[in-house]
């Protein structure tokens, strides 16, 4: 798996020392629309075009088959502790308030209580969002706009810091309460925390994702669900969690009051993709490769505002005046433009 990933960022990385920039590449009618290109741009544009386009052999032998078809559950009849009723208001508000953070016509036609409409509008969002942070940060705002604005932060002060463990344990309780018709079945159980301590009902395992499942995709599962998630709980109602999807069974572990691993998170940023996933691993091709140019290009930025500034003598004293430029480099301004980011930026491990 190491070998897989290094050659894939070694052609990632030879693509930027060439000074290639990212294009835009068709996904189905929600695809992001190639932008207006300059004369210069042109050939740039369409070698990145025959990289993207080209399939990873390492990648190829790295996919994950994942549980058999045959065993799925049926879904559908897994129901909630409050019933049937309570799983389908659940499921009505989470697709509208998801919907609510996309372009109107990324949105599914089904029923608002139709699964398979939320399973296409995330699919659809990780598609039209190159930079998975944008996709991230609409993930997670949609799970605040769950709750009233006061909430998160109250819930903060006045459990997740005095009470951690009972926070926790509330937590737990609550997404198996809520979340069982999103994830399907089930069970609160213990975990074990940094220090070593055993969380007593901490904890949240999810038998077999239904969302996982539906989506049939790693990355849809990463950028719309376990990292947004993560920063929800930490950084809105101030309680660390961590999600531990095991793309084998379709299992998930979260473990409230657990503060999430560095390493861990990046090595699940770089999981294989599924064997049966529909987008055939483009996603995460389009996913690194921006992530790639537009850490390459802001550091090309910064060195050139930096070599722009330079010490020059004033004219009304013996002492010098700093004049910096406000120039940035052309191949970061031509990659924001051409992802419609005007606010790009570097990306941290579960930002």
Known sequence: ??????????????????????SSRGFGTAAVEDPPK??????????????????????????????????????EDIVGPLGKWMDTVFMVVFRYQLAQQVPKELDSNRPLNDYQGIVELAARMNRRFRDRTKVQQRAQETLRSLFPSWLPKQYAILFSQPFPAFAARMNAWATYVAGTWLMGECQVND???????????????????????????????????????QNFFLQDMGLPLTMEPNYDTFECQFSFGKAPNVEAERLAQSTPCLMRCPAAGSLRQEHDA???????TKQKSSETAAAA???????????????????????????CNMMGNTDYKDEEAYQ
């Open 191 to 229: 975990i074990v925390l940094d220090n070593g301590d055993i969380g007593k009902h901490q904890g949240l395992l999810v038998k077999r994702c239904r969302f996982l499942e539906e989506s049939q995709c790693a990355s849809v599962c990463v950028n719309s669900c376990k990292i947004p998630t």
């Open 38 to 75: 300059k004369p210069q741009q042109a050939s740039s544009l369409s070698s990145m075009k025959t990289f993207l386009s080209k399939p990873t052999p390492a990648a190829a032998a790295t996919t994950v088959s994942g549980p058999s078809s045959e065993t799925k559950p049926v879904y």
């Open 309 to 335: 500034t330079v010490p020059v003598a004033s004219s009304s004293s013996s002492s010098t005046t700093t004049i910096s430029s406000s120039v940035s480099s052309p191949q970061a301004v031509s990659v």
């Open 1 to 22: 798996m190491d070998s897989s990933l290094n050659d894939k960022d070694d052609r990632m990385m030879q693509a930027v020392a060439n000074n290639e920039t990212l």
């Open 290 to 296: 921006f992530f790639f140019f537009a850490k390459q």
